[in-house]
């Protein structure tokens, strides 16, 4: 058990905290520091380091400086566990060619940072009022199905589009990431992998760790054909230049982006809400699986409260450092480690969820740190980030189909046609094209028409 000072709560009670509706928790205060996920989140600081190769290729940000931004991303994360939100936090994933095709439509420099400030800025006014004013609910369920599964596919489209159009990341080491990729989804998905976890305890330990093995293994193996340059090892600590970062890259240093920056960034952010927005139902669903097995500690989950703090992550970051990915509500894979040990484990070896799901984020960001981590994974960014992004075209695909399942051919044919548009035109064509099809084959007028006229009857 984690050792910590603070009072042990009773069977099936909510762990301890101070300061109220706040519920502030502090480690070896209110919850004890669970090693085991600080050792799985420096493992998986491989996952984070990818969006350095997109944040050069985009913003033209520095290694050294993207790195910075991520660090910071990653302690900004633990505003959740921190005040009350048990969720393992993380980017708005899916989108990130959205939000590529979005910039890449800007010049490079300044208007594209001024672009990218715009876009998070309206995703956290959106989090903000839909936290404030518990909107979440009402605007997806006005959002037709048709719509949010075109969404999902769009961005899968995009996600698969990215990695193998010309210049894609696949083809700058092809053998190291398609053998990393095909390492990946075997673990990850195939009805072979299944029964192997389940016979195997170490063929279980080692599916726990999501893309960090495939990473591994695709990367010593690209060292071994020469596909990957090998790693010059620093052996300092990684600095955060906070200064520099915001002299060079905040809205202080390129000033307010113009009106029509945000004009045209709305049906993206609008799009990355409706995206994310999935992610705290998953979350929901997972904790609330997880309270069904751990009956010691009640888990409370407040899509307003995760809302609030991630429109928080948003605006921070957009002032003061614009972040590429955005800032989500969830990290699933990560989510799903911490919950997988939590719920395999009594309150003898687990006392509490909050010790887990901080520590993977304290082992993650102190690993981000540590020169020698870093420089020897760096040459490998663009296969950590590729993985991701074909696990999660694979998982958007899936999850805009099933959402389809119980769905007329109509709203398939039309999500098809969102997804696409979306993936190769950007979100406002999507979203635009996605509304029109609504409107003239799926809503109909006529019977809307008969129930106005008989209404006008009832009332004389």
Same mark, same amino acid.
């Given at each position: 058990?984690?050792?910590?000072?603070?009072?042990?709560?009773?069977?099936?009670?909510?762990?301890?905290?101070?300061?109220?509706?706040?519920?502030?928790?502090?480690?070896?205060?209110?919850?004890?520091?669970?090693?085991?996920?600080?050792?799985?989140?420096?493992?998986?600081?491989?996952?984070?380091?990818?969006?350095?190769?997109?944040?050069?290729?985009?913003?033209?940000?520095?290694?050294?400086?993207?790195?910075?931004?991520?660090?910071?991303?990653?302690?900004?994360?633990?505003?959740?566990?921190?005040?009350?939100?048990?969720?393992?936090?993380?980017?708005?994933?899916?989108?990130?060619?959205?939000?590529?095709?979005?910039?890449?439509?800007?010049?490079?420099?300044?208007?594209?940072?001024?672009?990218?400030?715009?876009?998070?800025?309206?995703?956290?006014?959106?989090?903000?009022?839909?936290?404030? #004013?518990?909107?979440? @609910?009402?605007? !997806?369920?006005?959002? %037709?199905?048709? &719509?949010? $599964?075109? +969404?999902?596919?769009?961005?899968?489209?995009?996600?698969?589009?990215?990695?193998?159009?010309?210049?894609?990341?696949?083809?700058?080491?092809?053998?190291?990431?398609?053998?990393?990729?095909?390492?990946?989804?075997?673990?990850?998905?195939?009805?072979?992998?299944?029964?192997?976890?389940?016979?195997?305890?170490?063929?279980?330990?080692?599916?726990?760790?999501?893309?960090?093995?495939?990473?591994?293994?695709?990367?010593?193996?690209?060292?071994?054909?020469?596909?990957?340059?090998?790693?010059?090892?620093?052996?300092?600590?990684?600095?955060?230049?906070?200064?520099?970062?915001?002299?060079?890259?905040?809205?202080?240093?390129?000033? #307010?982006?113009?009106? @029509?920056?945000? !004009?045209?960034?709305? %049906?993206?952010? &609008?799009? $990355?809400? +409706?995206?994310?927005?999935?992610?705290?139902?998953?979350?929901?669903?997972?904790?609330?699986?997880?309270?069904?097995?751990?009956?010691?500690?009640?888990?409370?989950?407040?899509?307003?409260?995760?809302?609030?703090?991630?429109?928080?992550?948003?605006?921070?970051?957009?002032?003061?450092?614009?972040?590429?990915?955005?800032?989500?509500?969830?990290?699933?894979?990560?989510?799903?480690?911490?919950?997988?040990?939590?719920?395999?484990?009594?309150?003898?070896?687990?006392?509490?969820?909050?010790?887990?799901?901080?520590?993977?984020?304290?082992?993650?960001?102190?690993?981000?740190?540590?020169?020698?981590?870093?420089?020897?994974?760096?040459?490998?960014?663009?296969?950590?980030?590729?993985?991701?992004?074909?696990?999660?075209?694979?998982?958007?695909?899936?999850?805009?189909?099933?959402?389809?399942?119980?769905?007329?051919?109509?709203?398939?044919?039309?999500?098809?046609?969102?997804?696409?548009?979306?993936?190769?035109?950007?979100?406002?064509?999507?979203?635009?094209?996605?509304?029109?099809?609504?409107?003239?084959?799926?809503?109909?007028?006529?019977?809307?028409?008969?129930?106005?006229?008989?209404?006008?009857?009832?009332?004389?």
């Amino acid at each position: 058990m984690a050792f910590y000072f603070g009072k042990r709560r009773g069977d099936g009670a909510e762990q301890h905290s101070a300061l109220g509706p706040l519920k502030v928790r502090l480690p070896f205060i209110h919850y004890g520091m669970e090693f085991p996920d600080w050792v799985q989140g420096a493992i998986l600081c491989v996952v984070p380091m990818g969006i350095t190769a997109i944040m050069m290729d985009v913003l033209g940000i520095p290694f050294e400086l993207a790195i910075a931004f991520v660090i910071i991303n990653n302690f900004l994360y633990l505003l959740h566990t921190s005040f009350g939100d048990p969720s393992v936090a993380g980017w708005i994933t899916a989108g990130i060619p959205l939000y590529v095709g979005f910039l890449t439509g800007f010049p490079e420099g300044p208007e594209r940072i001024q672009a990218l400030i715009a876009l998070q800025l309206l995703v956290a006014i959106i989090f903000l009022l839909m936290g404030l #004013f518990k909107g979440a @609910d009402i605007i !997806v369920r006005k959002v %037709p199905v048709s &719509l949010k $599964a075109g +969404i999902l596919l769009g961005a899968g489209f995009a996600s698969i589009f990215g990695e193998f159009a010309e210049g894609g990341r696949v083809w700058t080491m092809p053998i190291t990431i398609l053998s990393g990729a095909a390492f990946a989804f075997f673990m990850m998905f195939s009805k072979t992998a299944a029964p192997l976890r389940q016979r195997y305890g170490i063929f279980r330990y080692i599916a726990q760790f999501g893309i960090a093995v495939p990473f591994a293994v695709a990367y010593i193996f690209g060292l071994l054909i020469g596909e990957v340059q090998k790693p010059e090892i620093s052996w300092s600590l990684v600095p955060v230049p906070i200064g520099e970062i915001i002299s060079n890259y905040s809205i202080f240093a390129v000033g #307010f982006p113009p009106l @029509d920056f945000f !004009v045209k960034a709305l %049906p993206l952010a &609008l799009a $990355a809400y +409706i995206i994310a927005f999935g992610d705290i139902l998953v979350v929901s669903s997972l904790l609330k699986s997880a309270e069904k097995v751990r009956k010691d500690e009640k888990i409370t989950f407040s899509p307003g409260r995760n809302s609030l703090i991630v429109s928080i992550r948003n605006f921070i970051e957009s002032i003061f450092m614009p972040y590429l990915p955005l800032s989500g509500p969830q990290w699933t894979g990560g989510q799903a480690l911490v919950l997988n040990r939590y719920m395999n484990s009594s309150r003898k070896q687990v006392d509490s969820y909050w010790g887990g799901a901080t520590g993977i984020f304290w082992g993650m960001s102190i690993a981000l740190m540590i020169g020698p981590i870093v420089t020897l994974f760096k040459p490998g960014v663009a296969i950590g980030m590729s993985l991701t992004m074909l696990i999660q075209g694979y998982l958007c695909g899936y999850l805009g189909m099933e959402i389809l399942k119980e769905e007329s051919n109509l709203q398939r044919g039309i999500a098809i046609i969102i997804g696409a548009v979306l993936a190769t035109k950007g979100a406002a064509w999507g979203l635009g094209v996605g509304i029109v099809l609504w409107l003239i084959l799926e809503k109909n007028w006529v019977n809307k028409m008969e129930e106005n006229v008989q209404e006008d009857e009832e009332v004389s």
